[in-house]
């Protein structure tokens, strides 16, 4: 009852809120903000993610079985700068600048608020690297600030299509819960913090599953990857396992940069060139398209669960191996349409 109290309060809060906002939305004739790169027309509400930030933050002051220490109210008020930032998107769409600039003064603010990564795991021969004093703290702020943005982004750039993100973080949420029960880890406030993750995800998915009845939004997506990489962090700085369980979007997200950069373009324009976006130009329906990622990455989630540091680096080259030629098959297929449309 532990954490299955905290997940049915907040997933029934989650759907509570954002149904009421659905309703109003509807009544005051919400507009949203549309963009050439989103598949949705502008007659449906980006603002689930606002639902789930005050859901998950009050589910999380509200629980008696919580400590709330420095590292925790940093958490906290992490949402609350990212939301009063990315809400401001998704009225009307602001400079990367200033989302670049907002993501990183929030990693620092949470690192210096406790969440900071004091070891990684040596991948050659399994020894501890302590990152804990002189120069390994410059290398930890480092390291928090880049892993941050990088999940927050591929989350963000993951939300192209309904019940995409959302699902994947769900599966990602769960893999840190059931890794914090593990002897090595053993974090019941983690597990706790995850439920409640997890009950607000799924609230939301209930309406953003295809067709969707609301957006996750860039609050929404932002506070999915931050939350994300935060609890990998906290749960013993299982950063491999997650990122592992996240391989499919990460990996899209740094082969459309390396792209971008290639074309001479700028990293923070965006486009759609993302592998979901490819796939629907293929003809696959956004439900396969969904699919398919969620299966995917629940397999990879498993075997994250029950492999050590070796196991999860040769998943992490195979995964990556399989996206790199799923995607240069794919853009080969696309190529040859539009050779194929132009002599038609």
């Known amino acids: 009852?532990?954490?299955?109290?905290?997940?049915?309060?907040?997933?029934?809060?989650?759907?509570?809120?954002?149904?009421?906002?659905?309703?109003?939305?509807?009544?005051?004739?919400?507009?949203?903000?549309?963009?050439?790169?989103?598949?949705?027309?502008?007659?449906?509400?980006?603002?689930?993610?606002?639902?789930?930030?005050?859901?998950?933050?009050?589910?999380?002051?509200?629980?008696?079985?919580?400590?709330?220490?420095?590292?925790?109210?940093?958490?906290?008020?992490?949402?609350?700068?990212?939301?009063?930032?990315?809400?401001?998107?998704?009225?009307?769409?602001?400079?990367?600048?200033?989302?670049?600039?907002?993501?990183?003064?929030?990693?620092?603010?949470?690192?210096?608020?406790?969440?900071?990564?004091?070891?990684?795991?040596?991948?050659?021969?399994?020894?501890?690297?302590?990152?804990?004093?002189?120069?390994?703290?410059?290398?930890?702020?480092?390291?928090?600030?880049?892993?941050?943005?990088?999940?927050?982004?591929?989350?963000?750039?993951?939300d192209g299509i309904d019940g995409l993100s959302g699902?994947?973080?769900?599966?990602?949420?769960?893999?840190?819960f059931f890794l914090s029960f593990h002897s090595e880890v053993n974090q019941p406030p983690i597990a706790i913090a995850c439920a409640i993750l997890m009950g607000t995800i799924l609230g939301f998915l209930t309406f953003n599953f295809y067709p969707s009845k609301i957006l996750a939004g860039t609050t929404g997506a932002m506070f999915m990857g931050f939350s994300l990489a935060v609890l990998a962090i906290f749960a013993g700085t299982k950063i491999a396992t997650s990122l592992l369980v996240l391989a499919v979007p990460v990996i899209d997200s740094l082969w459309v940069v390396g792209e971008r950069i290639r074309n001479k373009k700028s990293v923070f324009v965006p486009d759609r060139n993302h592998l979901h976006y490819k796939l629907m130009e293929l003809g696959w329906s956004q439900r396969k398209i969904v699919l398919v990622y969620w299966v995917f990455t629940a397999v990879v989630a498993t075997v994250a669960l029950n492999t050590r540091m070796i196991g999860k680096g040769i998943t992490l080259f195979l995964v990556a191996i399989i996206m790199i030629v799923a995607t240069l098959a794919i853009n080969k297929k696309i190529s040859d349409l539009n050779k194929n449309k132009k002599l038609a």
């Open 1 to 158: 009852m532990k954490y299955l109290m905290p997940f049915l309060i907040s997933f029934s809060l989650t759907a509570i809120l954002i149904y009421v906002i659905i309703s109003l939305t509807k009544k005051i004739k919400w507009l949203g903000r549309e963009n050439f790169r989103h598949i949705h027309k502008n007659n449906i509400s980006r603002l689930g993610g606002l639902a789930m930030v005050i859901v998950f933050n009050l589910a999380i002051l509200i629980n008696k079985d919580l400590f709330l220490n420095s590292q925790f109210y940093g958490f906290l008020i992490g949402n609350i700068i990212l939301l009063l930032v990315c809400f401001l998107d998704d009225l009307k769409e602001i400079r990367w600048k200033i989302q670049l600039f907002t993501q990183i003064a929030t990693s620092v603010f949470v690192f210096i608020m406790g969440i900071r990564i004091y070891y990684i795991t040596n991948p050659l021969n399994g020894g501890i690297i302590k990152l804990d004093s002189g120069i390994g703290v410059i290398f930890s702020v480092a390291l928090v600030i880049f892993w941050l943005i990088l999940v927050m982004n591929s989350i963000n750039w993951a």
């Open 167 to 176: 699902g994947i973080s769900f599966i990602t949420v769960a893999t840190i």
